[in-house]
């Protein structure tokens, strides 16, 4: 968990404040939007160098006895009741508005902040379990007046939940008895994907598992932010996505290249789907976009204070090699998105689900997307539903040799012809090659009329 002692400044460890106002500086310069992950939840039970225990009395910030801390974790939990904890706390946001010139925060862990219980409970997604007597009505206030006024006063100002229990008005606006956030992250979808590569023979991934879990909530996908490594998995002293695919891979064996091969285009396959299908917002974890080989760890007494891993190796891009590959597929990616707005187009329909063969399609906008997930099977003729009659030429192959792939594919199968055959319940049908463990983004050429 996060442990903030100071709320109004960066930690020195990373440098002053004039050091952060020049880092938003110049992403502005750069077109970009900077935005916070604002730690409201809790704060460090530390009484040397935080708050608890600020005026000596155990009340002051903070509930007092059991309800003073996470049930788990210890931190101290705000009265949020308490008027001037909603000044401190509302001040705060403020200032990294107007001093730091901040667009936008992510309010860490609100099921924390939301329920008595922490967030620790099991939800079946009954509404009794958002409205019982664990739910914290002053948290509640505090984060409807929180988004009340930030986009009062700032209306460009974005807010983004990071809630594990999914509280049902979560971007509803607060006039509606929302709590008013303009996106969420969903946790669900790093969360699959981890499951999956960690306890899920390749073979026996459920492709419906896989698309119900992307396209869930469909009425709010639009709020929604999706990604593929979960920054708490990293974090928490578990495994790095890239660790998970590349760690246990011996360089001495002789399924060296194979698995490499595999870890190499799961993660790219992995990438892909989700950014072009989950929701209209994607998330990467730093280091996601090139395989970052570690977890990130910052010093504690479990590790003996080590710094070894409290960093990103961005000199890994400097070399030829897998980190630099996966780095080149992840820009091709965002510039698909640049060129063609696939993000703004509407949710897509996965028209094609097959758990046998373990082939995903979906159309999106005049994009055509197709994985194939078996580790084994190529196919040489798959029949795939489209609308359009026409040509379809690939632009985005998962398994070029530039990107680190195989390069299976030959040039003269990269532009395909539909037959007029119904398939998928479309009116049309292209049958092209699918070799085993690669994604293909096709795109409408040529309409033909007949
Ligand atoms: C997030 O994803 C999970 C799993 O797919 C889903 O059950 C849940 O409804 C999603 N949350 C929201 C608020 O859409
Ligand atoms: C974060 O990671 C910890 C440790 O693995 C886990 O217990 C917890 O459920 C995770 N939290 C979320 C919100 O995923
Ligand atoms: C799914 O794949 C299996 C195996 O390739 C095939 O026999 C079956 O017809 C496919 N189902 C659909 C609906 O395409």
């Known amino acids: ?65 059991k309800r003073g801390q996470h049930k788990f974790w210890g931190t101290r939990m705000f009265k949020y009741g308490d008027p001037d904890v909603l000044h401190f706390l509302l001040s705060n946001l403020n200032w990294w508005i107007t001093e730091y010139q901040i667009d936008g925060f992510q309010f860490h862990s609100v099921s924390s902040m939301l329920y008595t219980h922490n967030g620790f409970a099991s939800f079946t997604g009954d509404m009794e379990e958002y409205c019982n007597q664990y739910v914290d009505r002053d948290a509640q206030l505090y984060l409807i007046l929180a988004n009340e006024i930030l986009h009062a006063l700032y209306p460009n100002i974005i807010t983004i939940a990071e809630d594990a229990t999914y509280y049902p008005g979560l971007c509803e606006p607060t006039s509606q008895g929302g709590l008013g956030f303009d996106y969420y992250v969903n946790l669900s979808v790093p969360k699959m994907w981890s499951t999956f590569l960690e306890s899920v023979p390749d073979l026996e991934w459920s492709m419906t598992k896989i698309v119900n879990t992307l396209i869930s909530d469909r009425e709010y996908a639009d709020k929604m932010i999706v990604y593929t490594e979960n920054h708490n998995q990293s974090i928490s002293g578990r495994q790095s996505f890239a660790e998970i695919l590349f760690g246990g891979i011996d360089k001495d064996s002789h399924h060296y290249k194979e698995s490499l091969q595999r870890g190499s285009s799961l993660h790219k396959m992995i990438r892909l789907i989700t950014f072009t299908s989950g929701g209209r917002a994607y998330l ?50 965002m510039k698909l998105d640049e060129n063609l707005r696939v993000l703004s187009r509407r949710i897509p329909n996965f028209h094609h689900v097959n758990d046998s063969s373990l082939v995903i399609s979906y159309i999106r906008g005049p994009l055509l997307f197709v994985f194939n997930f078996h580790p084994t099977h190529s196919y040489d003729s798959y029949s795939i539903g489209v609308d359009e009659a026409g040509e379809y030429q690939v632009i985005l192959n998962t398994d070029e040799i530039k990107y680190g792939g195989q390069g299976i594919l030959k040039e003269d199968q990269y532009l395909q012809r539909t037959v007029s055959r119904r398939v998928d319940g479309l009116r049309n049908c292209l049958q092209v090659s699918l070799p085993s463990r690669t994604a293909q983004v096709y795109k409408l050429r040529r309409i033909l009329r007949i």
């Open 284 to 333: 990467s974890f730093m280091g996601n976009e090139f395989g970052h080989p570690k977890r990130v760890e910052f010093p504690t007494s479990s590790n003996d204070n080590s710094y070894s891993n409290a960093n990103r190796q961005w000199d890994l891009l400097e070399k030829d090699g897998i980190h630099r590959d996966l780095f080149s597929f992840d820009k091709d990616m």
């Open 1 to 65: 968990m996060v442990q903030v002692t100071n709320f109004y400044a960066v930690s020195s460890r990373y440098g002053t404040p004039e050091d952060f106002k020049r880092l938003v500086d110049e992403a502005h310069g750069l077109g970009l939007l900077v935005f916070l992950e604002m730690v409201h939840s809790y704060a460090a039970a530390d009484e040397m160098v935080g708050l608890s225990m600020f005026d000596g009395s155990n009340d002051c910030f903070f509930h007092s006895g």
